[in-house]
Structure formats: C-alpha cells, structure tokens
Nanobody, 117 residues
Framework: QVQLVESGGGLVRPGGTLRLSCVASGSIWDMDSMYWYRQPPGQQRAFVAGVHGRTRSNQLSHDSVKGRVTASWAPAKGTGYLLMTDLTPADTAVYFC?????????WGQGTQVTVSS
C-alpha cells in the first residue's frame, strides 16, 4: 500500500507559477511511476504529466500543457513535484497525484488550484 498526500495548491494569478508536491509513504520501494492528473469543475479527471520508471527515463506530459508543466520524482524519497508555469484560468482544477505499483495504483486526495485575477 502507498499513501499519497498532495500540497501546494492555492489561488494564483494568470501567468503565475505554482509547484505542487506529492509525498508518498508506505511501500514506496514498490512504486514504478508517479503521475499527475487534474479534474476541472464539471469535467472528468485527465492526465497532466508524470514520470514513468524508477530510473526516471521517461517524462511525460499532455499536449495541452507541454512546455509549461514539468513533473519530477525522487523514488528513494517518495516525493514528486509538478511545476506549472504561465498558468491560465483553464488550469483551474483539483490536481491529483497518482502512484503506480504494478499491478496496483493509488491516488491522493487532491489539491485545489485556482487561477484567477
């Protein structure tokens, strides 16, 4: 079992920068990937970015955020980050950390990000 706790969300102005954190505990040595998803109001949860593999050789991001979002992960510490720059109101959502320990997967409780002037 892996427990995930996200933090770092809040209110930010358009054009601003935010870094979300995800702290994993429990069986972190079994984790093979860490991803970030988001769920805007009234919409489904969708993939944002992530790191696949403990060697962190494969960093992924959705086309809609490419160039503005960077995911990172320190497997030995069980900590991951999502750095988001040049934020727009369209980035407003609850952001979730998602860890995979194949074949299992785990979710955090989410952290709210609101982009507004």
């Amino acid at each position: 079992q892996v427990q995930l706790v996200e933090s770092g969300g809040g209110l930010v102005r358009p054009g601003g920068t935010l870094r979300l954190s995800c702290v994993a505990s429990g069986s972190i040595w079994d984790m093979d990937s860490m991803y970030w998803y988001r769920q805007p109001p009234g919409q489904q949860r969708a993939f944002v970015a992530g790191v696949h593999g403990r060697t962190r050789s494969n960093q992924l991001s959705h086309d809609s955020v490419k160039g503005r979002v960077t995911a990172s992960w320190a497997p030995a510490k069980g900590t991951g980050y999502l750095l988001m720059t040049d934020l727009t109101p369209a980035d407003t959502a609850v952001y979730f950390c998602h860890a995979r320990s194949t074949p299992d997967s785990f979710w955090g409780q989410g952290t709210q990000v609101t982009v507004s002037s």
